[in-house]
């Protein structure tokens, strides 16, 4: 169905960092229409075909790896 919204990943830059958000657009072409719209450029990467949903075990691993990088004198989140 052409009218159907899908969910598009996209990423812009931040303070020299990668930032990525999900845009929904009927089309690849019409997701930098919507940025746009909201005032952003940003890099369409793909169309998001599924999100998974890491849990609290591999929420307390990410925050745990983000803690020893920040501790071992690299940046964190």
Not at 11 to 34: H, K, N
Not at 55 to 67: K, P
């Amino acid at each position: 169905m052409a009218d159907e919204l899908k969910p598009f990943a996209c990423t812009y830059q931040f303070d020299g960092r990668p930032i990525a958000i999900t845009v929904e657009a009927r089309s690849w072409e019409e997701v930098p229409a919507r940025l746009r719209a909201i005032g952003m450029m940003a890099v369409v990467n793909g169309e998001l075909v599924t999100e998974v949903s890491a849990g609290i075990i591999g929420e307390g691993l990410g925050r745990a790896l983000a803690a020893v990088k920040y501790l071992s004198g690299g940046r964190g989140r």
